[in-house]
């Protein structure tokens, strides 16, 4: 009814403006990135006034080619550090984020977000065809897209992930992207990942720790700031939260 739209179109009038598509005279190389590193310079996001903030004073360099895992309870800041590197947070931030040098707080988010790649937890199909899908671009041939789709499994879970091996980007998150699927499966993402993903940069929030046990370094969130960084070894030996997670699931490193 009338008050229901009135609502509806003051809830739409409150939303925070989106940051600009494109910035002019901030616009990146068209081959960037090229390296995929990664660094986060004493970044912080306020939450609420009366709330602490959801990421605290970050300071993380992430090197070209590097598997980062990240574990944290709910809450602790696991989406929010990743989600920060495609813009995707509101909030006036300070410190900067940087890739390969470029600060992305200053260009726009047209240049940013399809430099980088994702693999969701859900992966969303759009009306149309695999091809549509797959390429909504008309970037690639169908020579690349059949290779992905055999490569991927050809199963609508890994639809995100077929995705990401055709557009192959330097940086490449995974968000619980595993979580929804069997082991078998997230076996076989994990030997895809290894394989075809061997050169990029890759950060994964972990649903399992098999998932993360082979990256090169482990980032435990809590309260919105990195309470511990290491390889899983050395995080075990340290007899910390990351310590305390594999003995609760009763997973040997």
Known sequence: ???????????HISLEPEAPYV???????PSWPQAGRVEFRDFTLPYREDLPPALDGINLTINPGEKIGIVGRT????????KSLFRLVHGTTSGTIM????????????????????????STMFPGSFKRNLDPLQE??????????IKSGIAPKLFSLCRVLMRMRRVIVLDEATADVDLET??????????EFSDRTVLTIAHRLETIMSS???????DGRIAEIG???????????????????????
């Open 186 to 195: 997230d076996r076989h993402m994990q030997q895809l990942i290894r394989s």
């Open 23 to 29: 910035v002019e005279d901030c616009r990146p190389a």
């Open 216 to 222: 090169d370094r482990i980032i435990v969130m809590d």
């Open 140 to 149: 690639h041939s169908i020579e690349d897209m059949w290779a992905a789709l």
């Open 99 to 122: 890739i390969d040098g470029q600060d992305i707080g200053a260009m726009g988010v047209g240049d940013l977000r399809p430099r980088l790649g994702i693999i969701p937890q859900e």
């Open 1 to 11: 009814d009338f008050s229901d739209n009135i609502d509806l179109y003051r809830q």
């Open 231 to 253: 390889s899983p070894q050395e995080l075990i030996d340290a007899g910390g939260h990351f310590a305390g997670l594999v003995k609760a699931n009763d997973f040997g490193a």
């Open 75 to 82: 809450g602790a800041g696991k989406s929010t550090l990743v």
